[in-house]
Nanobody, 125 residues
Framework: QVQLVESGGGSVEPGGSLQLSCRAS????????MGWFRQAPGKEREGITC????????YYSKGMKARFTVSRDKAENTLYLRMNNLLPEDTAIYYC??????????????????WGKGTLVTVSS
């Protein structure tokens, strides 16, 4: 059974950093493409980044690459999202997801099959 559990969210001041974790079970994170998404209050969900399996590259939505970095730890079976220089507009619920395919493909931003419940990030002074 595929399960994804996000953690690491919280409140941070503008300019601060956070690292989100997504612990997976039921599949191996290094064998599946995985993504991070977010949904801000009153807005549609948006894709942040997608990481191919086997370290075969990653993709970022426009404007995301400068401050966000995706990585995975095979031994911990966990996906990470490092977020730097956070802005108030980064306030959102952050989700990790997978569709158990090896590659992100061209439509990864539209969504995936399996989702975690999300972790809330609040950026405020």
């Amino acid at each position: 059974q595929v399960q994804l559990v996000e953690s690491g969210g919280g409140s941070v001041e503008p300019g601060g950093s956070l690292q989100l974790s997504c612990r997976a079970s039921g599949f191996a994170v290094d064998l599946s493409a995985m993504g991070w998404f977010r949904q801000a209050p009153g807005k549609e969900r948006e894709g942040i980044t997608c990481l191919n399996s086997h370290e075969e590259g990653s993709y970022y939505s426009k404007g995301m690459k400068a401050r966000f970095t995706v990585s995975r730890d095979k031994a911990e079976n966990t996906l990470y999202l490092r977020m730097n220089n956070l802005l108030p507009e980064d306030t959102a619920i952050y989700y990790c997801a997978t569709d158990l395919r090896e590659l992100c493909g061209t439509s990864w931003q539209l969504g995936m099959d399996y989702w975690g419940k999300g972790t809330l990030v609040t950026v405020s002074s």
